[in-house]
């Protein structure tokens, strides 16, 4: 049975990734920092808190983390633990670079030190790109961060590059754009807006407010962006993979999508702008090119982007206690929505009659 550490695994993609792996046969240790409470959450949607060992390791703390990886010798390490939200890094511009640059050294060093032989995942990021260089954006376009959380991001691609150059680790890395799903941070803006959308439809909400809405970006479903990582180990030799759609969609088409599937009408009535909600500096415009991967991976995205804004909005209404049953049953909604849907909401509504 192969071992397989997730840093972060309490979050989006560690849960994902960590559903994945044990339905592939792997013993799970995922690893979440310290703090009053933890979440598991995800894990709960995802039926699988019970099938992973949980440990407390921080990416800041590189005594910590040789002691966890010589206790379990990992055959895989995937690095997913960041801060990993682009506006905060503005305004905690030196533990973003603590956690998200430097965590990723102190992680390649306690693999060097304890894991050698174990192979290495690195979640970079298509916020390496963003004052693109080229379009669409490909494994060797140069990258131009914008964000103190991009400049972070480059400096852990990079020192993923070099320890495998330098010390022969199988270390790759996956340059993600962006991923998105029913189990989704709040504060991003994708679930910003399903969020707010079902407690509208709720009557608990009026308004939602947001910021740049032109912002545009490659949108895709996370449950499938999991699967390339794990795929990126199981090569011959290690590479970087951008791993996207190759749609780019608005914050306004998101939005004006969802309050359409809610059955909202028209989502101008709804939404209000703020400066509050802009950035210092901001992505204009991503669009990824994943060419490389469906070419030496077999990848590609299952989940277009009406469906991904579907599971999202459906499952956000099924948590405000909106009934789904004639939603679901619509012949517009897929079997892959109305499953993932099922699973994001089986802790608190069943909505097995719909999904069957
Ligand atoms: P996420 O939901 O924010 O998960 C990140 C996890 O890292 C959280 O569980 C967080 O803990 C943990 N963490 C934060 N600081 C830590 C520290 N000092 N030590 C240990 N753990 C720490 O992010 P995600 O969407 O799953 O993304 C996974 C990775 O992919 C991140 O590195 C992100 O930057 C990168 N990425 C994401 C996307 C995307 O669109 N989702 C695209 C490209 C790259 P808490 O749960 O306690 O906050
Ligand atoms: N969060 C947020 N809230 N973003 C808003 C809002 C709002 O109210 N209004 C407009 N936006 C715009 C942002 O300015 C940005 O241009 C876009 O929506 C997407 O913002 P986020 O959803 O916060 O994601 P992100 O693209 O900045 O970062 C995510 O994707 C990266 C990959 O490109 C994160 O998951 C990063 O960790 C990831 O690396």
């Given amino acids: 049975m192969k071992t397989a550490l997730i840093t972060g695994i309490l979050g989006q993609d560690g849960a994902y990734l960590a559903r994945f792996l044990v339905g592939k046969g792997y013993r799970v240790i995922g690893t979440y920092r310290r703090t009053s409470q933890i979440h598991t959450w995800r894990l709960e949607a995802l039926g699988i808190q019970d099938k992973v060992t949980l440990e407390c390791m921080d990416l800041e703390d590189l005594s910590n983390q040789i002691r966890i990886l010589s206790k379990y010798q990992p055959d895989e390490i995937y690095n997913l633990a960041a801060q990993s939200f682009v506006a905060i890094s503005f305004e905690q511009p030196i533990i973003t670079g603590q956690i998200t640059g430097m965590g990723v050294v102190n992680l390649l060093e306690a693999t060097r030190i304890a894991a050698p032989h174990a192979r290495f995942y690195q979640a970079s990021t298509s916020e390496m790109f963003v004052r693109v260089k080229e379009t669409p954006q490909t494994e060797t376009t140069p990258f131009y961060p914008r964000s103190p959380y991009g400049a972070a991001k480059v400096y852990g691609h990079w020192i993923t590059v070099n320890y495998r150059e330098s ?9 993600l754009f962006n991923h998105e799903s029913p189990l989704r941070g709040i504060e991003f803006v994708t679930r910003k807006i399903t969020d707010a959308v079902a407690r509208i439809k709720a009557g608990l909400q009026d308004k939602l407010v947001l910021g740049n809405m032109a912002a545009r970006r490659d949108w895709g479903f996370a449950g499938d962006y999991v699967e390339a990582m794990w795929n990126m180990l199981q090569q011959d030799d290690p590479g970087d993979y951008v791993v996207a759609t190759g749609e780019s969609h608005s914050v306004e088409d998101f939005a004006s999508l969802a309050f359409e599937v809610a059955g909202l009408g028209d989502w101008q009535a709804f ?9 210092p500096s901001d992505v204009d415009f991503l669009i990824g090119n994943a060419a490389k991967a469906k070419a030496q991976l077999g990848w590609e995205p299952r989940v277009n982007f009406e469906e991904l804004v579907q599971m999202m909005v459906y499952s956000d209404l099924g948590r405000q206690g909106v009934s789904l049953k004639d939603m679901l049953l619509s012949p517009g909604v897929t079997q892959l929505v109305k499953d993932e849907v099922a699973v994001a909401l089986h802790p608190v509504m069943d909505v097995s009659e719909a999904v069957k």
């Avoid at 010390?167 to 340059?175: L, R, V």
């Avoid at 939404?271 to 950035?279: G, N």
């Fill in 271 to 279: 939404v209000e702008t703020s400066s509050a909600f802009r950035r």
């Fill in 167 to 175: 010390y022969g680790i199988f270390a790759s890395t996956g340059i």
